[in-house]
């Protein structure tokens, strides 16, 4: 039990440390975490994603319970903070919604792939690959629509402006590397269609630089940040950590069970992703409570995650 809780966590703790003492040394810049993510989001990491579809038999893929579970998980959290941040913290429509994208979008490229990787192997990238592309075709989507009528002064017109939002924002999703790649792998495993070894090699080297890489730019974007506590990022940290993991628990209602659900509640118990800080940012709304959330929840996650391994692990 121990062998595998260091096996998954050590190895993510020390990357991580590594990206941070990287900024605390001068050796790197704060921004030069842009470059490594780009490299991570647009090439490493499709690449993988394609790799662990291509290798991955089509009875595995073909698991609908497995994907509504995960949808369960990922957007059940998003709507329930949505109603949360309107009911209780009285934020309007747009600050709302990025307090649930915060709360519900996990960090499974930087975080969650290698520790799925280390604990489960290669069939672990398939949490990773559907959850990628149920927050890439809905959840995302669906966060830029609330926040263009939260942002409108004139909510009928707002309304009439949102078919063509929608459609430009999945169009734009489903042409990302990070959705068609794995799409394309799936589909080639669904008609069994076997690579030759010299492009599956090509493919496994670009692959490989996904994990380290994301972790280290992860703790690059976090040296430096604020280190903020209040009503807003204790809810979101509580949220985070126990709402999301048990609403993947609830994957027992479709049949999903043993590893398939392990899978799935330790990936809803990884911490928020950085795309939801870089989004706030980029929107001016949420991104002080934002950026505070992700660097406590990814303090936070190296704890929780490591006890979610020892209880599956007995």
Known sequence: MVDTILNGLLPVAFVIMLGWLAGR????KHTDADVLATLVIRFALPFALFEGAVKTSPDKLNNVAFALCLTLGLMGTYVTVLVVGRVVFRHDLRTAAMQALVCAFPDMAYFGAPILAAVFGPVGF???????LITSIFMLPLTIVLTHLGGT??????????PHILGLSVARAVINPIVWLPILGMALSFSRI??????LMSVG??????GGTSLFALGLMLYGERFMINANVLTNLGLKSSLQPALMALGVLFGVAGSPA????ITGAVPTATAAAMFALETK????NATATILLSTILCVATEGMLIAFFSR
Not at 153 to 162: A, F, K, L, R
Not at 205 to 210: P, S
Not at 262 to 265: C, R
Not at 285 to 288: F, L, N, R
């Open 205 to 210: 080297l670009i692959a490989k630089a996904a």
């Open 25 to 28: 040394i001068g050796l790197l």
């Open 285 to 288: 709304t949420y991104a002080a």
């Open 126 to 132: 398939l949490a990773v690959l559907i959850g990628n």
């Open 194 to 199: 076997t690579l030759a070894m010299p492009v």
């Open 153 to 162: 002064g004139e909510i009928e017109s707002g309304w009439q402006d949102v």
């Open 262 to 265: 392990h899978q799935a509640i």
